[in-house]
């Protein structure tokens, strides 16, 4: 009982050789339909979750360097006041 191989059977409608199965490859026509959506699903997956993350990196990036900004710009408008950043933050 050995499996049946792919291709190199005998033309349909001529006896097998013997030892091996008739093969029908268009059985699997589906089922190669099938493999080839779920192929093309996960390589949409995957292409949204990394569109996504580099959104994500690029909006926290940006935020980095607003919070930069308004701690500069804090620290300069506390020292106009006479009060460092760290006396505040030791004040708190």
Same mark, same amino acid.
Do not use: H, W
């Given at each position: 009982? !050995?499996?049946?191989?792919?291709?190199?059977?005998?033309?349909?409608?001529?006896? *097998?050789?013997?030892?091996?199965?008739?093969?029908?490859?268009?059985?699997?026509?589906?089922?190669?339909?099938?493999?080839?959506?779920?192929?093309? !699903?996960?390589?949409?997956?995957?292409?949204?979750?990394?569109?996504?993350?580099? *959104?994500?990196?690029?909006?926290?990036?940006? !935020?980095?360097?607003?919070?930069?900004?308004?701690?500069?710009? =804090?620290?300069?408008?506390?020292?106009?006041?006479?009060? !460092?950043?760290?006396? =505040?933050?030791? *004040?708190?």
């Amino acid at each position: 009982a !050995s499996a049946p191989s792919l291709g190199g059977g005998a033309a349909e409608g001529e006896p *097998a050789p013997p030892g091996k199965k008739n093969f029908n490859i268009k059985q699997y026509k589906g089922l190669l339909g099938n493999i080839q959506d779920v192929k093309n !699903s996960v390589e949409d997956d995957r292409r949204r979750a990394k569109e996504k993350q580099q *959104a994500l990196e690029a909006r926290m990036k940006a !935020s980095e360097a607003e919070a930069a900004i308004v701690q500069k710009e =804090l620290s300069v408008q506390l020292r106009c006041a006479g009060r !460092s950043y760290q006396q =505040l933050l030791g *004040a708190t």
